[in-house]
């Protein structure tokens, strides 16, 4: 089984950045593709970014130009580098795991909460 464990979330005024850490307890090698999620309140969850093991990466229209998903393969760590903050990306941030190889299984962290205000 595969987990996850986010963390660097917290409050950040608007045009701030942020960091987002994604610690998997194994190797994200052996997973298609990582991602990040987010969902605020009485919205529906939304995916933000994504990786493939390969180094692909796409991004959700909101967020291109302004957030960076990267990753440290030794570390088994994948980051979201957030820039120019709005208060619209306010929201719970929780990594995603699909799929990994072995299992065709796919996991999610318990999630981190950025707040953008002023």
């Known amino acids: 089984q595969v987990q996850l464990v986010e963390s ?4 950040v005024q608007p045009g701030g950045s942020l960091r987002l850490s994604c610690a998997a307890s194994i190797s994200i090698l052996r997973i298609v593709s990582m991602a990040w999620y987010r969902q605020a309140p009485g919205k529906e969850r939304e995916l933000v970014a994504t990786m493939t093991s390969r180094g692909t990466t796409n991004y959700a ?3 291109k130009g302004r957030f960076t998903i990267s990753r440290d393969n030794a570390k088994n760590t994948v980051y979201l580098q957030m820039n120019s903050l709005k208060p619209e ?5 929780y990594c995603n795991a699909d799929r990994d190889a072995d299992y065709g299984r796919t996991y999610w962290g318990k999630g981190t909460l950025v707040t953008v205000s002023s």
């Not at 660097?8 to 409050?11: A, E, F, Q, R, T």
């Open 8 to 11: 660097g979330g917290g409050l």
């Open 61 to 63: 229209v909101s967020v």
């Open 89 to 93: 990306d306010t929201a719970v941030y």
